[in-house]
DNA sequence: GCCAACGTTGGC
DNA sequence: GCCAACGTTGGC
C-alpha cells in the first residue's frame, strides 16, 4: 500500500468533479510527463492512497482524498486524433501513455495549503516542496499521516 | 501576466 | 551525445 499525491487544476477537474462521477469513480488521465508516467504505469497500485492537490489556482492546496480503484491500463486520449492528448507515435500494441481509475474518498474540512506545507518541518521532504512541477509524486506514510490530520 | 525551473526537441 | 531553442508547469 503506498501513497501519493495527485494534482489537478480545479478548473479542469476538480475533487468534486470527481465527486459527481458515477460511482464517484473517475479517470486519471491526460498525463503527459514522463516521471509521472512511470510512477503511474509501475508504482501505483489498488487500494492506494491519494491526496488530491487543486495546482493553478488562487490557493495551492490538498483538497481531499481518493483511492485507486483500477490500476494502470492505455490512456485512450493518446488513440483520439480529436483529444488534445492525441499522440501520434502511440499504438494499441505500444501505448505510450497511461492512466489509473480513482474513487472519491473524503473531502478535508480544511484545505492544506501549499504555503502551510511549504513551513511545517515534518514535510520539508516532499516533492511538492523540492520539485514543484511533477504530477503525480509519491508520499510517505508519515506525511499521509501528518496531512490528513492538518486537513481534518 | 511574469518568470523560474524544469522537460523536450532536433540540428550538428 | 551535446546543447541551444523552445515549450510547459505552476507559484506568485
Same mark, same amino acid.
Given at each position: 500500500m503506498n501513497y501519493w499525491l495527485f494534482k489537478s487544476e480545479p478548473d479542469e477537474y476538480s475533487l468534486s468533479d470527481l465527486k459527481?462521477?458515477?460511482g464517484q469513480v473517475g479517470r486519471w488521465?491526460?498525463?503527459?510527463?514522463?516521471?509521472?508516467?512511470? #510512477?503511474? +504505469?509501475?508504482?501505483?497500485? @489498488?487500494g492506494d492512497g491519494v491526496l488530491f492537490y487543486h495546482s493553478a489556482c488562487k490557493i495551492p492546496a490538498i483538497v481531499g482524498t481518493a483511492r485507486v480503484v483500477r490500476t494502470a491500463y492505455p490512456d485512450p486520449a493518446q488513440f483520439d486524433p480529436e483529444s488534445k492528448y492525441f499522440d501520434l507515435k502511440a499504438t494499441a500494441e505500444n501505448p505510450r501513455w497511461f492512466c489509473v481509475d480513482i474513487q472519491?474518498?473524503?473531502? #478535508?474540512? +480544511?484545505?492544506?495549503?501549499? @504555503?502551510?506545507i511549504k513551513q511545517n518541518p515534518a514535510l520539508a521532504g516532499m516533492v511538492l516542496v523540492k520539485q514543484g512541477r511533477l504530477s503525480?509524486?509519491?508520499?510517505?506514510?508519515d506525511e499521509w499521516r501528518t496531512l490528513k490530520q492538518l486537513g481534518s
Open positions: 459527481d462521477e458515477p488521465d491526460g498525463i503527459r510527463n514522463y516521471q509521472a508516467r512511470n #510512477f503511474l +504505469r509501475d508504482q501505483v497500485g @489498488k472519491w474518498q473524503s473531502e #478535508f474540512t +480544511r484545505p492544506v495549503a501549499l @504555503k502551510e503525480i509524486q509519491p508520499i510517505t506514510a
